[in-house]
């Protein structure tokens, strides 16, 4: 059923074509901003502290598709595991993107409902406040399962945490898996959640 409801959202969206709102590839794209590296919930990060150079989090460059990227083949299968099929919903649900939350003393920054729908991405990137925008990797899409987008216990969490009110603002670029873009920036305001 909620197949059938996707389906209808993304045909009345557009389907796979590039929204004129900037969906798809950015006329002027971000410079040089890249992710926090991803803690653990016990171990949470600063977001002024670099990542390691061994570590996930390289710089993430917007004036052109990360390196060793390749469009994907854009067939629809109904299943949302290509950008053709992701797209529509993550534009529509754009202010779903990022959520943050003072929680144990931390600051959380949630990308679930981006992983949720991750089989369409190809590369996912964040900032947190003015820091560089820098790669996020993305749990894999799951194609042998009935739910493929499906967040399973052995895929890495989909949060940040940091110092309690140090996050004031949030960045997110996705590059899609036929190397569209998009990208959004989210006041911390906005994206409280209690």
């Given at each position: 059923?909620?197949?059938?409801?996707?389906?209808?959202?993304?045909?009345?969206?557009g389907g796979?074509?590039?929204?004129?709102d900037?969906?798809?590839?950015?006329?002027v794209p971000?410079?040089?901003?890249?992710?926090a590296t991803p803690a653990s919930p016990t171990a949470p990060a600063s977001p002024a502290a670099p990542a390691s150079p061994d570590a996930p989090g390289r710089a993430f460059i917007m004036d052109a598709v990360p390196a060793g990227l390749v469009a994907e083949e854009q067939i629809s299968t109904g299943r949302f595991t290509t950008a053709?099929?992701?797209r529509p919903i993550l534009n529509a649900t754009r202010g779903n993107w990022v959520a943050v939350r003072e929680y144990g003393g931390k600051?959380?920054?949630?990308?679930?409902h981006l992983w949720s729908w991750r089989c369409g991405l190809a590369a996912m990137?964040?900032?947190?406040?003015?820091?560089p925008l820098r790669d996020w990797p993305l749990p894999p899409c799951h194609k042998t399962l009935a739910t493929p987008n499906a967040v399973l216990g052995d895929d890495p969490l989909p949060y940040l945490t940091f110092e309690p009110g140090s996050v004031q603002s949030v960045q997110i670029q996705l590059v899609y898996d036929d190397l569209g873009m998009a990208?959004?920036?989210?006041s911390r305001g906005d994206v409280l959640i209690p």
């Open positions: 059923m909620f197949e059938f409801v996707f389906a209808v959202i993304a045909i009345g969206l796979a074509g590039v929204p004129s900037g969906v798809g590839r950015p006329e971000l410079r040089g901003e890249a992710p053709a099929e992701v600051d959380y920054v949630y990308v679930t990137a964040i900032a947190v406040n003015d820091a990208a959004a920036r989210f």
